[in-house]
């Protein structure tokens, strides 16, 4: 399951965009405050902070949050969406330019201790979504079934939403079953980036 995502853009690249979008309502930073910490890094892991967006009052709201609430000792940070009526949650969406996906060496050796590594992009796309929802000061990335693009490396996936439909999970104007699923094959590039302990890219 995903527990590592890049977000490799400036996040005032983004706004931009978003600002060329129709029925884009105007992005400000929850409280007025400019995170300092939400510059470009290619990995934020469980427990990390991630920039999420919220709309409030028809305003766009983007806020640093960490990565998994507590449960106990232990963290939630992927949330099963199948069966789960989402209309009263506080939805967001993350910012996200990659994900990775781990698996087990194709070489079964007793000295190879890293994992491949699998990276993950939107075809087309230099930043896309992933569908989450808040609670407190934390965030948790929905996930489905996998698609074609993913199932070879997992047996389950986060959502992955385009720039132009992450309003409609926001606004609640399509039905849950309508966005929380995966994407056709050839939607994601995969990136082979650690093969049997050794950096490919």
């Not at 399951?1 to 005032?12: F, G, L, Q, S, T």
């Amino acid at each position: 399951m995903c527990n590592d995502y890049a977000r490799e853009i400036e996040v005032a690249r983004v706004i931009a965009a978003m600002e060329e979008m129709k029925h884009i309502p105007p992005f400000s930073y929850t409280g007025g405050r400019i995170p300092n910490d939400a510059t470009p890094t290619p990995h934020i892991k469980i427990r990390d902070r991630g920039l999420i967006v919220r709309l409030r009052d028809e305003r766009l709201e983007g806020e640093m949050m960490t990565w998994a609430w507590l449960q106990g000792k232990k963290p939630i940070f992927n949330f099963v969406s199948e069966g789960r009526d989402f209309s009263e949650t506080d939805r967001c969406l993350i910012l996200a330019t990659s994900f990775y996906e781990y698996t087990a060496p194709e070489e079964r050796k007793p000295k190879i201790k890293l994992q491949d590594q699998h990276q993950f992009v939107l075809k087309g796309h230099d930043w896309f979504w992933i569908a989450g929802i808040a609670k407190g000061d934390c965030f948790a990335m929905l996930t489905v079934a996998p698609g074609p693009d993913i199932a070879p490396y997992h047996d389950r996936q986060i959502v992955v939403l385009p720039p132009e439909e992450g309003m409609d999970w926001l606004r609640h104007s399509k039905p849950s079953v309508q966005l929380l699923h995966a994407l056709p094959r050839g939607a994601l590039d995969h990136r082979l980036l650690r093969r049997s302990g050794v950096t490919l890219q």
